[in-house]
């Protein structure tokens, strides 16, 4: 079975830190396009961080830059995404992605909350 599963998030004091890991089953995450997306309430999914599989080469949104880090553990199949000086704005449910091949996977997602 495909899936992917979220962990990580909880709630923290801004400014704090938090490492969400996406870990997957039933296919192979360095073969993929991985992203991480979040949704605040009241607000559309926007697109985090991303990194290549071809290259390794990392996206980060203009909000996030500097304060988070994408990363990949391929013996454990897991992304995960470093999460420093948080602040208030970032309270979201992450989602990790997957896409290649015309599959695209969605974890179901874990909720961070940074309170001010």
């Known amino acids: 079975e495909v899936q992917l599963v979220e962990s990580g998030g909880g709630l923290v004091q801004a400014g704090g830190s938090v490492r969400l890991s996406c870990a997957a089953s039933g296919f192979t995450l360095d073969d993929y396009v991985i992203g991480w997306f979040r949704q605040a309430p009241g607000k559309e999914r926007e697109g985090v961080s991303g990194?290549?599989?071809?290259?390794?080469?990392?996206y980060y949104a203009d909000s996030v830059k500097g304060r988070f880090t994408i990363s990949r553990d391929n013996a454990k199949n897991t992304v995960y995404l470093q999460m420093n000086s948080l602040k208030f704005e970032d309270t979201a449910v992450y989602y990790c992605?997957?896409?290649?091949?015309?599959?695209?996977?969605w974890g179901q997602g874990t909720q961070v909350t940074v309170s001010s």
């Open positions: 992605n997957a896409r290649q091949w015309g599959n695209n996977y």
């Open positions: 990194i290549s599989n071809k290259d390794g080469s990392t």
